[in-house]
DNA sequence: TTCTGGATTATCT
DNA sequence: GATAATCCAGAAC
């Protein structure tokens, strides 16, 4: 744990920079924690949002890697992601709460640790991620990512809540974590 | 200009 | 397990 995670460690495909953001440590406004569940999404893929080419709701994901790219989803919740290669992003989608649980409960609410964090809505609204931050740089205040050791096991598994793309196994999460927005349905491979 | 549906969550039964 | 809440991008007209 340590190194700043920059624009180089995000200049890859979505599907190969998301396994490597498990255990990564992400604060926003000195409040956040580890990265124990992700998503991959590039323009090839009909549930990306970029699938559909260039739009004003879109341009931050065909923009330079290491940005956060914010959006509003069933008009309630924001979902917040990390630009990789032009039209590829990784949704981030659970945390393990490490720092600021004061300032996350305060806007979330007092509960239990594992449900602070546990899904891309909450997390933002945890974190205080909204629109705001749509295109912000991740290697610089507010927001701080660090790289993880590496050390723990990755299992992969299918998306959560799309309609299309629904078979590419672009979700990792951390194995066993108690803090994943819902556990990985079968015994998927560990690696 | 109007209409539709979603990378979700909370709150029911 | 089922569904309401609630906004805006994209598509259709």
Same mark, same amino acid.
């Given at each position: 744990?340590?190194?700043? !995670?920059? $624009?180089?460690?995000?200049?890859?495909?979505?599907?190969?920079?998301?396994?490597?953001?498990?255990?990564?440590?992400? !604060?926003?406004?000195?409040?956040? /924690?580890i990265i124990v569940?992700?998503?991959? #999404?590039?323009?090839?893929?009909p549930a990306s949002?970029?699938?559909?080419?260039?739009?004003?709701?879109?341009?931050?994901?065909?923009?330079?890697?290491?940005?956060?790219?914010? #959006?509003?989803?069933? /008009?309630?919740?924001?979902?917040?992601?990390?630009?990789?290669?032009p039209g590829s992003?990784? !949704?981030?989608?659970?945390?393990?709460?490490? %720092? /600021?649980?004061?300032?996350?409960?305060?806007?979330?609410?007092?509960?239990?640790?594992?449900?602070?964090?546990?899904?891309?809505?909450?997390?933002?609204?945890?974190?205080?991620?909204?629109?705001?931050?749509?295109?912000?740089?991740?290697?610089?205040?507010?927001?701080?990512? !660090?790289?993880?050791?590496?050390? %723990?096991?990755?299992?992969?598994?299918?998306?959560?809540?799309?309609? $299309?793309?629904?078979?590419?196994?672009?979700?990792?999460?951390?194995?066993?974590?108690? #803090?994943?927005?819902?556990?990985?349905?079968?015994?998927?491979?560990?690696?």
């Open positions: 744990m340590g190194t700043m !995670l920059d $624009k180089t460690f995000f200049d890859r495909p979505a599907h190969e920079v998301a396994p490597d953001l498990i255990g990564a440590q992400l !604060l926003h406004e000195g409040a956040g /924690g569940e992700v998503e991959a #999404y590039d323009e090839t893929d949002h970029s699938f559909v080419g260039l739009t004003p709701r879109n341009r931050v994901m065909f923009g330079p890697p290491g940005h956060a790219y914010v #959006y509003k989803i069933y /008009g309630i919740h924001y979902c917040l992601n990390f630009v990789c290669r992003a990784v !949704l981030v989608r659970a945390l393990q709460p490490t %720092h /600021g649980l004061e300032a996350m409960q305060g806007r979330r609410g007092a509960m239990p640790e594992k449900n602070l964090c546990s899904g891309p809505g909450k997390l933002a609204q945890a974190l205080g991620i909204d629109l705001e931050q749509n295109g912000l740089a991740l290697d610089a205040p507010p927001f701080d990512l !660090l790289a993880g050791n590496g050390v %723990h096991a990755v299992a992969t598994g299918v998306r959560i809540g799309i309609s $299309k793309g629904v078979d590419t196994p672009w979700r990792f999460v951390k194995s066993g974590s108690p #803090y994943l927005s819902k556990p990985l349905p079968k015994g998927a491979p560990d690696f």
